[in-house]
């Protein structure tokens, strides 16, 4: 399975972003899936995450109420909504899969087997 991570941009800030990660090559389903961010000198940092089962989701404190993953299986796509966005937010976006059914949910980046190239997200304030 590829990932490919889309729909960053240039916004200001108060705007909104929709994030889109394609999986191409297999399916997603019973694949927990995350969506991370790295800031220039940063390291790569969770934001959000929604499990292979269940849907229950697991947010960062810094997008809490802001931003909302989603996924739709049958499409092979999962989503990160955001919302109220903040020059803080400025990143590289990538989502990230994990298969082994290990976690419901995680934060690491080492949990997870299978990374989409990155969308560039630049809030200005």
């Known amino acids: 399975v590829q990932l490919q991570a889309f729909g960053g941009g240039v916004v200001q800030a108060g705007d909104f972003l929709r994030l889109s990660c394609a999986a191409s090559g297999g399916t997603l389903g019973g694949t927990l899936m995350a969506w991370f961010r790295q800031a220039p000198g940063k390291e790569r940092e969770f934001v959000a995450g929604v499990a292979w089962r269940g849907g229950s989701t697991d947010y960062s404190d810094f997008v809490r109420g802001r931003f909302t993953i989603t996924r739709e299986d049958a499409k092979n796509m999962v989503y990160l909504q955001m919302n109220s966005l903040k020059a803080e937010d400025t990143a590289v976006y990538y989502c990230?899969?994990?298969?082994?059914?290990?976690?419901?949910?995680?934060?690491?980046?080492?949990?997870?087997?299978?990374w989409g190239r990155g969308t560039q997200v630049t809030v200005s304030s």
């Open positions: 990230g899969g994990d298969r082994s059914h290990r976690y419901t949910n995680s934060r690491m980046p080492s949990a997870y087997d299978i």
